[in-house]
């Protein structure tokens, strides 16, 4: 059984910051390719930023120079630090990951809240 498991969100003012955690178990290693996408209300979730097994990133246009994605593969968790947060970063925060090309099983997410 794989799980997912996100955590580190929280209502914050404009500017501020938040370190989000993805804990991975059940045969997901976070060495692999891993994704943290976004869910706000009435919008479709969208691709915040990626980091592969090379190590390469890559980030959204509206979060790059903000957010940082890393891993701790001893740990089997990877992060999303979040800095000079904005309203419109408001969101459910997801981690996941790609087994034989499909996403596997969401977690619960993370809620993010930013108060301007």
């Known amino acids: 059984q794989v799980q997912l498991v996100e955590s580190g969100g929280g209502l914050v003012q404009a500017g501020g910051s938040l370190r989000l955690s993805c804990a991975a178990s059940?045969?997901?290693?976070?060495?692999?390719?891993m994704y943290w996408y976004r869910q706000a209300p009435g919008r479709q979730r969208e691709l915040v930023a990626s980091i592969w097994s090379s190590g390469s990133t890559y980030y959204a246009d509206s979060v790059k120079g903000r957010f940082t994605i890393s891993r701790d593969n001893a740990k089997n968790t990877v992060y999303l630090q979040m800095n000079s947060l904005k309203p419109e970063d408001t969101a459910a925060y997801y981690c996941n990951t790609l087994r034989d090309g499909v996403f596997v099983e969401w977690g619960r997410g993370t809620q993010v809240t930013v108060s301007s």
């Open positions: 059940g045969r997901i290693f976070v060495g692999n390719d």
